[in-house]
């Protein structure tokens, strides 16, 4: 309630996916402080040590021995999730809702499980006796020897887990890297970009025949096509680029192909072959996504840079020989601004000076005699027409015509514009292209049943081996590859600030930097599940994924300052450094199965889902679940038996 309260009223974010994906893993992570606080409320209520004293008192004192630890794991979680509120651009926009919901909803499980859980458990927990579930007794017989063991075995323990983490390092170069996953839009559209000096009326023909192409397949349910964009748009096309949107019908009807991959497949096969055309195949929301982020329409963007538009064009051809047979390299093609007929009109100076002409003089007739004019206005009643003036459409269309229009000389006669400037029909760019005001040509395709983080690795080396850039030419990879780097820059900037704020926290909240050293040394032991999650399910490690790896480094840390408080407390109360251990996992052995348990159970959704928004919101979920698995095991098992090494006999413990 509160985390909806205040992105409505406070932050005035909307609900979306993913703030409904922060909903989903923070009902998981919602739920574990109110666990830890009835389950130790319970088991003090059931301590035969505490019967015949007063309920409120116990259930006070069960309260207060846990809540200590419960407001830092919180603030700590918290903490863990400030680099996704440092993401820029597309990613920042779709990541930080999400860490808005968690982080006020986990600051409104506060209040329920130090205030609301204490006062709900006077009336609904009886104090005395209760016989335990079997599941529990089962589960806390199976884990006591397998505890033992790897207290009295740490050696080996440790071994194991760093053993595990190096493989699971070492599977990240097979995983790939993507920038967010391709949403499935249940729909099609189709750039096609056609020749430069192609006509409207020729555009439209083609265009037509192509839907009546694409209507044959029983799998399209209709066609919507559009030619150029006008100006006042904000990315204006010429007529030699049209967009066909295909409205799919759904997937069980279908008959011909079992997936979405594979209609576009065959759909390419048979429209490729279209003389003239070059194709993108993408999707309505992907396309505006794929603009947005570079200007591009497709997912890769090769931006080769320079001064010579002749030499950015010859050389944009090699990169596109040397890249074409790249795997998982799709709709390749290049930038289509060259190609347009033109009559260039230069002036001849040295003829104009002979005449008495100036070059102003002859440029200011070609524009009123090709361009035309406005000369004056005509008002009818309120409203106003400008009166323009230009020659007639037979006078300046032909490029004859236009070398015997009549200049006046500097004595009065008039002569043909060809004897003072050279009137020429030549083949040039539509237009020029610039960024960061340099020159630039476009290489662009999509990337197919493959990793974008493989792609761009081979086609680099295929242009620094193939490509001999002249000097002062260089290239630029833009698209979702760009926006991946960025974010993932950002990242390893703040992550280690954070985990270095965390640290601190830790050293706060225990008065001791072992105790704090041994809880971060989980962080990375947390990922482990992650990493064999992500490869298993053969999903790749995106910015969604990377902050699945966030929201387990909070739940490693949370679990940790549990069990090390614990732990701390049994050792002050008395007991002996292995008596401590043993007892102190056995009865945090049902919170904290019981807190990964519900978390798992949240996010199931997530990962089953096939609805949109399932793309964006499944690698995290996955990243998640296996590692709320690795975490789970590392906090009952090697963090009992590392204990011992970080807390040295006779060192007083902070309770």
Same mark, same amino acid.
């Given at each position: ?12 974010l ?21 666990i830890?606080?009835l389950e ?38 918290? #903490?863990?999730?400030?680099? %996704?509120? =440092? &993401? +820029? ?5 779709m990541?930080?809702p @999400? !860490?808005?919901? /968690? ?14 859980a ?40 440790i ?15 097979? #995983?790939?890297?993507?920038? %967010?996953? =391709? &949403? +499935? ?6 750039g096609?970009? @056609? !020749?430069?000096? /192609?006509?409207?009326?020729?555009a ?25 964009r ?9 007529v ?7 409205e799919?019908?759904?997937?069980r ?26 194709l ?15 200007g ?8 080769l ?14 990169i ?27 002036a ?5 000076s ?24 005509l ?32 004595d ?15 083949v ?5 292209n ?36 002249p ?22 900037i ?10 601190v ?33 053969g ?46 996992a056995?009865l ?30 499944r ?8 590692g ?14 590392l ?13």
């Amino acid at each position: 309630i509160i985390a909806t309260f205040n992105l409505m009223y406070f932050d005035r974010l909307s609900l979306n996916i993913m703030t409904l994906g922060g909903l989903a893993l923070g009902a998981g992570m919602l739920v574990d402080n109110a666990i830890v606080v009835l389950e130790n409320i319970f088991r003090h209520l059931n301590d035969s040590a505490n019967h015949g004293k007063q309920k409120t008192n116990v259930v006070l004192n069960a309260a207060k021995e846990v809540g200590r630890p419960i407001v830092f794991s919180i603030g700590i979680i918290v #903490i863990v999730f400030l680099p %996704i509120f =440092t &993401l +820029e651009g597309v990613e920042g926009k779709m990541f930080a809702p @999400m !860490a808005f919901t /968690i982080s006020f909803a986990l600051l409104g499980s506060i209040v329920m499980a130090l205030v609301a859980a204490p006062v709900l458990s006077l009336f609904l927990l009886r104090q005395g006796n209760h016989k335990g579930m079997f599941l529990i007794t089962l589960l806390k017989n199976i884990y006591r020897p397998i505890l033992t063991w790897a207290i009295r075995r740490k050696g080996i323990v440790i071994a194991a887990t760093a053993v595990a983490f190096i493989a699971s390092v070492a599977l990240l170069p097979f #995983i790939g890297t993507e920038f %967010i996953p =391709t &949403l +499935e839009e249940g729909s099609i559209l189709i750039g096609v970009t @056609m !020749a430069p000096s /192609i006509s409207l009326d020729k555009a439209t023909n083609v265009i037509m025949e192509m839907e009546r192409r694409i209507a044959e397949y029983s799998e399209v349910e209709e066609t919507v096509s559009r030619i150029g964009r006008p100006e006042a748009g904000s990315h204006p096309h010429p007529v030699n680029y049209a967009e066909v949107h295909m409205e799919l019908r759904p997937l069980r009807e279908w008959t011909r192909y079992k997936n979405k991959p594979e209609l576009v497949a065959a759909l390419s096969q048979e429209l490729s072959s279209w003389p003239g055309v070059q194709l993108n195949f993408t999707q309505p929301i992907q396309n505006a996504f794929d603009e947005l982020l570079s200007g591009i329409k497709a997912q890769l963007a090769i931006k080769l840079f320079g001064e010579d538009l002749n030499i950015l064009r010859q050389k944009a051809n090699e990169i596109s020989a040397a890249i074409e047979d790249v795997p998982g390299l799709v709709d390749l093609s290049v930038e289509q601004s060259f190609g347009q007929p033109q009559v260039q009109i230069v002036a001849d100076r040295p003829a104009c000076s002979r005449y008495g002409i100036d070059v102003s003089q002859v440029q200011e007739m070609v524009e009123l005699a090709i361009g035309g004019e406005a000369i004056d206005t005509l008002y009818l009643h309120t409203r106003r027409f400008s009166i323009h003036v230009r020659f007639r459409e037979d006078r300046r269309m032909d490029p004859e015509a236009i070398r015997n229009l009549l200049v006046h000389t500097e004595d009065g006669s008039l002569i043909p514009l060809s004897q003072v400037a050279e009137v020429k029909e030549v083949v040039g760019p539509i237009q020029v292209n610039r960024e960061n005001n340099q020159r630039r040509w476009i290489v662009q395709g999509n990337v197919r049943g493959r990793d974008m983080g493989s792609v761009i690795g081979d086609i680099q080396q295929r242009i620094r081996d193939s490509v001999d850039l002249p000097p002062g030419y260089f290239v630029e990879y833009g698209g979702q590859f760009e926006s991946q780097q960025r974010a993932m820059a950002r990242l390893s900037i703040i992550v280690p600030g954070v985990i270095g704020a965390v640290f601190v926290m830790l050293c706060m909240s225990f008065g001791s930097i072992r105790h704090a050293l041994l809880i971060i040394l989980n962080v990375p032991f947390a990922t482990i599940g992650g990493i064999v999650a992500l490869a298993i399910s053969g999903q790749y490690l995106s910015v969604p994924s990377a902050v699945g790896f966030i929201a387990i480094f909070g739940v490693a840390v949370q679990n940790g300052v549990v069990m090390v408080s614990y732990f701390n407390q049994l050792l002050h109360q008395g007991l002996t450094l292995g008596e401590a251990l043993t007892q102190g996992a056995l009865l945090r052995l049902r919170p904290v199965l019981m807190t990964a348990t519900t978390t798992i159970l949240a996010l199931i959704p997530l990962l089953l889902s096939t609805d949109i928004g399932a793309e964006v919101q499944r690698p995290l979920a996955t990243v998640v679940v296996g590692g709320l698995f690795s975490s789970t095991a590392l906090t009952l098992l090697v963090l009992p038996a590392l204990y011992g090494w970080f807390t040295p006999a006779g060192e007083e413990v902070v309770v």
